[in-house]
């Protein structure tokens, strides 16, 4: 795994897994329906490999054209982690 996109980013098990895969050196794609402005800088904080993106669940059939909109390139070896509740 190069890369990964987790949902639920912004709270305590989702944050913990950013942080592992981080460690590792994983691309991460972080979504939370926070702005990042709002986001507890002790669960997310700025990282080369970390690109977060506001997002709710009741919006996730638009995450495609989100992640279009961004330029993050998902790739072929990219694993999806849901921590999203709602």
Not at 38 to 52: A, P
Request: proline residues 2%; aromatic residues 10%; hydrophobic residues 45%.
């Amino acid at each position: 795994m190069n890369k990964a996109i987790v949902t639920g980013a912004t709270g305590f098990i989702g944050s913990q897994l950013v942080r592992i895969l981080l460690k590792n050196g994983i691309d991460v794609l972080a979504l939370g329906r926070r702005p990042w402005s709002n986001v507890d800088i002790k669960r997310l904080s700025e990282n080369k490999h970390l690109t977060y993106l506001q997002i709710d669940m009741s919006d996730m059939s638009m995450l495609p054209e989100k992640v279009n909109e961004i330029k993050w390139n998902v790739g072929s070896d990219c694993t999806f982690f849901n921590f999203a509740w709602g």
